[in-house]
Nanobody
Framework: QLQLVESGGGSVQAGGSLKLSCAVSGYMHRQCMGWFRQAPGKEREGVAALDIFGGGTYYADSAKGRFTISQGNAENTLYLQMNSLKPEDTAMYYC?????????????????????WGQGTQVTVSS
């Protein structure tokens, strides 16, 4: 069974940066990992995804140019570097993983695509 534990969230001012980490334990042949977020009163949305074997990366339009998804050298840690943060980035951020690839087009951005979810880490950006 795969377990995902996020860390690195916190409170920052607009324009600041945070780096989220996701520690992976347990074994699963996972092919796609990513980050989702959910703000109060809103649906969960895909932020970024990484094809573990192919190395391809995928980003929501809101994240392009500001966020970077990456994998640690030991391949048991996933990161999300977030720069130029905005108040609208305030949300609970979740690490996700699945055996399947990241899919075609925006498939990776569907919450239903991912089987494994962490508990989340809160990010709050003040103006």
């Amino acid at each position: 069974q795969l377990q995902l534990v996020e860390s690195g969230g916190g409170s920052v001012q607009a324009g600041g940066s945070l780096k989220l980490s996701c520690a992976v334990s347990g074994y699963m042949h996972r092919q796609c990992m990513g980050w989702f977020r959910q703000a109060p009163g809103k649906e969960r949305e895909g932020v970024a995804a990484l094809d573990i074997f192919g190395g391809g990366t995928y980003y929501a339009d809101s994240a392009k140019g500001r966020f970077t998804i990456s994998q640690g050298n030991a391949e048991n840690t996933l990161y999300l570097q977030m720069n130029s943060l905005k108040p609208e980035d305030t949300a609970m951020y979740y690490c996700v993983a699945d055996r399947s690839g990241c899919g075609a087009g925006d498939t990776w951005a569907r919450p239903s695509w991912f089987t494994y979810w962490g508990q989340g880490t809160q990010v709050t950006v003040s103006s």
